[in-house]
């Protein structure tokens, strides 16, 4: 069993940057692949990054490719999302979530989920 908790969601400007963090409690992190997903009002969920145990692989969507960054510290039990260049696109809810092993892009792969934490971006 593992917790996640997100943070550092807020109100940016188009082209502020933000940093989402979302620290684990409850297992060994370092066992779980990490995932960012991010749900806009009246939209399906979608995939945004997704990370390795190690950290060592990562994915993208198209979307935010070039513009955000995930990484992980093991010592610290936290993954993170650096987004730089915000768009107003780019406003939801976003959640950390985690799976046991291997990354996946699929949001229904993970069995472990944040509450979300909410962006905004205006133009």
């Known amino acids: 069993q593992v917790q996640l908790l997100e943070s550092g969601g807020g109100l940016v400007q188009a082209g502020g940057s933000l940093r989402l963090s979302c620290a684990a409690s409850?297992?060994?992190?370092?066992?779980?692949?990490m995932g960012w997903f991010r749900q806009a009002p009246g939209k399906e969920r979608e995939f945004v990054a997704a990370i390795s145990r190690s950290g060592g692989i990562t994915n993208y969507a198209d979307s935010v490719k070039g513009r955000f960054t995930i990484s992980r510290d093991n010592a610290q039990n936290t993954v993170y999302l650096q987004m730089n260049n915000l768009k107003p696109e780019d406003t939801a809810v976003y959640y950390c979530?985690?799976?046991?092993?291997?990354?996946?892009?699929?949001?229904?792969?993970?069995?472990?989920w944040g509450q979300g934490t909410q962006v905004t971006v205006s133009s």
């Open positions: 979530a985690g799976r046991p092993n291997v990354r996946s892009i699929l949001g229904d792969d993970y069995g472990y």
């Open positions: 409850g297992h060994t992190f370092s066992s779980y692949a």
